[in-house]
């Protein structure tokens, strides 16, 4: 097993961008990611390598971050926040600017509007997805597809 060091280094930066994509707001994300990693070192003999540590660290940060809202439900909706899309290929290939396809996001039914949060904004692979949410990678995939396609019916229907 790798030191806790390494194990930061290596997937910090992972954790943040999952958090961030989730709240909007760097500063918490950034404090929810240091908790992550408290929490990580505090039940890392739990940790039974059946996943990648990537996939475990963003379960734990998404606990990190459930925890947080129900101890802060007065906060703003910190899903509302206008984020900005990482990869200008994910925008396009959704034919939606960046503030219409928050507006769409936000408006999702879970489990869709996670799984797109974690494959647009998280950089996750369908297998980590499914792991998150203990499911298979093909769920994921087709639960991906799905909420694309309802963003697209959204879409198309707002154009008529």
Not at 30 to 35: A, S
Not at 40 to 66: H, M, P, Q, Y
Not at 86 to 107: C, D, F, I, T
Not at 139 to 155: P, Q
Request: proline fraction near 2%; charge should be negative; charged fraction near 30%.
């Amino acid at each position: 097993m790798q030191s806790i060091e390494e194990v930061y280094r290596q997937h910090a930066q992972t954790v943040f961008r999952y958090l961030l994509s989730l709240t909007g707001d760097e500063d918490l994300s950034e404090e929810l990611t240091q908790e992550t990693f408290y929490q990580a070192i505090r039940s890392s003999g739990r940790f039974d390598g059946c996943c990648k540590v990537t996939t475990w660290l963003c379960a734990i940060a998404k606990n990190v971050l459930l925890s947080h809202r129900r101890k802060h439900p007065a906060a703003k909706d910190l899903e509302a926040a206008d984020l900005t899309v990482p990869s200008a290929e994910q925008e396009a290939s959704l034919a939606l600017s960046r503030v219409e396809l928050m507006k769409s996001l936000h408006g999702m039914p879970e489990p869709y509007r996670e799984v797109l949060y974690l494959r647009l904004f998280g950089d996750l692979s369908f297998r980590e997805i499914g792991d998150v949410f203990g499911k298979s990678e093909n769920w994921a995939r087709v639960t991906f597809y799905r909420g694309k396609e309802k963003i697209r019916k959204e879409v198309t229907n707002d154009e008529q």
